[in-house]
């Protein structure tokens, strides 16, 4: 169990049996009485969010998140089957959980999946995945006296802003967290 001085941006706590992190903290000491600690507060299963007041004595428990290393295997209909790296077990993840993810999962991704009491919470990609422009409109010489942007698309259908440069068949590393371009890989 945490006290009420543990809590800090960021940690995750159990609430009612079910898993929260704390999103926005503040410390008040009155004149007089105990401190208190304001929080802002998620619930990472539904996704809302709540204020609660702790005072100094108060004990918060301890939320129990296993975190496992998967590898994407296929989809499923509308699931993404993900085997566990060292059991083999198989992970179904819904789009609901997986959302905007899904346009960066290739074959034989390595992924980080959290979970609390065997249900999964939250899926982690790498920082960067390699992908080839599938159709795009080629570039107009000499307009690089600034940093210009086209659209194109990959593969998957996903639309990305990409440098003037870059051309079909050009493979570029896009930033999983934000799903912008980073870097061309190689040339066509």
């Known amino acids: 169990m945490y006290s009420a001085s543990d809590l800090k941006k960021g940690l995750k706590i159990e609430i009612d049996g079910d898993p929260c992190m704390i999103t926005n903290f ?23 969010t709540f204020d609660k007041t702790y005072r100094s004595s108060e004990k ?36 609901d959980l997986i959302g905007d993810l899904k346009n960066f999962i290739v074959d034989d991704m390595s992924v980080e999946i959290l979970f609390h009491n ?6 982690t990609l790498p920082n960067f995945v390699e992908m080839e422009i599938a159709a795009t409109e080629p570039g107009a010489r000499g307009d690089t006296a600034t940093n210009v942007m086209k659209p194109a698309s990959l593969a998957n259908g996903y639309e990305i802003n990409v440098p003037i440069f870059i ?12 799903g912008t ?8």
């Open 26 to 48: 503040e410390f008040s000491k009155p004149g007089k009485g105990q401190a208190l600690y304001r929080c802002k507060i998620k619930n990472l299963i539904s996704g809302n």
């Open 60 to 95: 918060i428990n301890r939320c129990s998140l296993m975190s496992y290393d998967f590898t994407f295997s296929y989809i499923d209909g509308e699931n993404y089957v993900f085997s566990n790296n060292e059991t083999y077990e198989e992970a179904l993840l819904g789009i």
């Open 118 to 123: 065997d249900r999964a919470l939250e899926i």
């Open 167 to 178: 051309n079909e068949g050009d493979v570029i590393r896009i930033d999983t967290r934000t």
């Open 181 to 188: 371009y980073a870097d061309r890989v190689s040339k066509r």
